[in-house]
């Protein structure tokens, strides 16, 4: 009877000390999970040093306080590196509008505001030149003409045609003359839009101009004189091999404005070519450009405004 008695007080004592252990795990596991969920709040800034809240000692309500804390300034870090990310853009901007108007700036200045076309004659009267008049083009004071030269008596070239403001607009610019064209007024050749432009104004010896494509067509006569003027508009895409995108290149690589008139029996031309990536803004000044030439125009000008045939 004691042998029985002794069996079951120890198996009583076994199961109080396996519930006791039990209890112990179950208790050093809560307190390890309380640990790692409310130990620590951790936020990176990104320009400084990390922060720390330790909130191990905290009761539950304030362990939940803790973390709703953290959350917001995380979030509030995060709202003022975007704030930073647009003042810089903003930043950028501010100097692209700065550097614009300084540029309008230095024209008024240089101008007064005023704006004046000056004319650019490049070719000069002469009587033993086969009877060659001048002609002319009018640009605006407040742009900038570049490398103006005479290749010959019949020929002028210029250089590059800049807007101060929004950049190159002509990427060169050639007057020549024809003696002997055949007819008395450029109407002979009948509707401007009908005429093949490259070949009847002797511009076929270009690639350029043989590839390119009517894209407008008028007739102009100036009031004062009575001269009538062709204008075009040609546009000439690269070569095939040019482009290797299936879509083609971005850009034509040519549009030429060109003006033609014929007087006493020689053929006056104007070619432009213009910028492509800049013909959207100054399309219309390039034009403007083109509808200005005028042949048999006084060649008395100043000397910078003429083109003087080189010298060996």
Known sequence: MRA???????????????????????????ASSSAAASSSCRTRVEFGDDINVDTAPLSSRRRALGAFACASLSAAISLTSTST??????????????ELEANMKRVMETNSGEQTFVRQIGLRSSDEANGIRACAFEVSSLWRVDGARAVDAMTAEWGKIVDPVNGEAVQGARAFATPDFGVKSIDDLGKPENVAVAKALGLDGEDS????DMLGAAKRVDASTGQVYYDW??????PAKACPSAVGCLYPEHIYLISASVLDGVLYVLSLDATPA??????????????????????????????EAETA
Do not use: C, M
């Open 209 to 212: 101009y043989r590839r390119a």
């Open 278 to 307: 800049q013909w959207r803004v100054t399309g219309n000044s390039v034009k403007r450009i083109r509808n200005s030439f005028t042949v048999g125009v006084a060649d008395e000008a100043p000397a910078s405004q003429i083109v």
């Open 4 to 30: 029985v008695r002794s069996t079951a007080f120890t198996a009583r004592a076994n199961a109080r000390t396996r519930r006791s252990t039990r209890a112990t795990r179950r208790h050093a596991a809560s």
């Open 233 to 238: 508009e040609l546009v000439a895409s690269p």
């Open 85 to 98: 990310e647009f003042a810089a853009r903003a930043d950028d901007e501010d100097e692209e509008l700065a």
